[in-house]
């Protein structure tokens, strides 16, 4: 799903540790909540 399709032209997520380290599974939960709603408010926009 491409952001900027959505009407967002800049998003920054700042994902605590280093390069190559794997998200916290509650950081990922939340992106994936964040994503889908953020996808129903483009569907509601268009």
């Not at 491409?2 to 990922?28: M, N, Q, R, T």
Request: aromatic content about 4%.
């Amino acid at each position: 799903m491409a952001i900027a399709h959505l009407g967002f032209s800049e998003v920054d997520i700042a994902i605590p540790g280093k390069d190559g380290d794997d998200v916290p599974p509650y950081l990922e939960k939340q992106l994936a909540k964040l994503l889908t709603e953020l996808e129903e408010l483009g569907e509601e926009q268009n």
